[in-house]
């Protein structure tokens, strides 16, 4: 009886050692995807990293009081897109601390509103090309000062300005390395970027 008993204990225990775990392909397929290695121009990075902009700066410009007072958003909105999204108002721009990538496109936009010329988005490469800083500027609009006059919007440094002024910058970072791993082979392939 003891050696039956011993038989059983040691047969479960081979069972379960030998227990199938069922691998995931869906994920390992994605992986290996990310995996190929893919031959990008300068130009097509450009392409993608301005079409990605593109995508977060709309969802940023359709809600601006939302995503001004609630930066769980934007958090969400950069872990979605790989990416990281900072708010800078225009007071922080005089910062020592802020980048000068950031200071000169920020001029930009100030030479742009003294010459009463329409604000529109930009992509600069910073650096060596690890990284593209798109930038959507965020002018004040009576939705924004209604906010800021009720208190909706608490950040203190965000202080009202005239209607139609730049109020800040939305900053949109985006890696090199997270643009390419997005990229559909396929898409690369047909030249479609």
Same mark, same amino acid.
């Given at each position: 009886?003891? =050696? #039956?008993?011993?038989?059983?204990?040691?047969?479960?225990?081979? $069972?379960?050692?030998?227990? !199938?775990?069922?691998?995931?392909?869906?994920?390992?397929?994605?992986?290996?995807?990310?995996?190929?290695?893919?031959?990008?121009?300068?130009?097509?990075?450009?392409? $993608?990293? %301005?079409?990605?902009?593109? *995508?977060?700066?709309?969802?940023?410009?359709? &809600?601006?009081?939302?995503?001004?007072?609630?930066?769980?958003?934007?958090?969400?909105?950069?872990?979605? %897109?790989? @990416?990281?999204? #900072? !708010? =800078?108002?225009? &007071?922080?721009?005089?910062?020592?601390?802020?980048? #000068?990538? =950031?200071?000169? #496109? !920020?001029?930009?936009?100030?030479?742009?509103?003294?010459?009463?010329? @329409?604000? *529109?988005?930009?992509? &600069?490469?910073?650096?060596?090309? %690890?990284?593209?800083?798109?930038?959507?500027?965020?002018?004040?609009?009576? *939705?924004? *000062?209604?906010?800021?006059?009720?208190? %909706?919007?608490?950040?203190?440094?965000?202080?009202?300005?005239?209607?139609?002024?730049?109020?800040?910058?939305?900053? =949109?970072?985006?890696?090199?390395?997270?643009?390419?791993?997005?990229?559909?082979?396929?898409?690369?392939?047909?030249? &479609?970027?």
């Amino acid at each position: 009886m003891k =050696i #039956v008993g011993c038989v059983l204990i040691l047969g479960m225990l081979g $069972l379960n050692a030998c227990e !199938f775990k069922r691998m995931d392909t869906a994920k390992m397929k994605h992986d290996m995807e990310n995996q190929q290695i893919k031959h990008v121009t300068s130009s097509q990075l450009s392409t $993608l990293a %301005s079409e990605k902009g593109d *995508e977060i700066g709309r969802i940023l410009q359709s &809600q601006p009081v939302r995503v001004l007072t609630t930066p769980a958003l934007v958090d969400s909105l950069a872990k979605a %897109s790989a @990416s990281r999204i #900072v !708010f =800078i108002p225009t &007071q922080e721009l005089s910062n020592p601390q802020t980048d #000068v990538k =950031i200071k000169e #496109v !920020f001029d930009a936009y100030q030479y742009s509103a003294e010459k009463h010329l @329409s604000q *529109e988005t930009n992509i &600069q490469k910073i650096g060596d090309g %690890s990284e593209w800083l798109y930038t959507v500027p965020v002018v004040m609009t009576k *939705e924004i *000062e209604a906010a800021l006059a009720n208190k %909706s919007i608490s950040n203190p440094v965000i202080k009202a300005v005239p209607q139609n002024d730049l109020l800040g910058l939305w900053t =949109i970072f985006l890696s090199r390395k997270e643009l390419i791993r997005q990229i559909d082979p396929k898409k690369l392939e047909k030249k &479609q970027i």
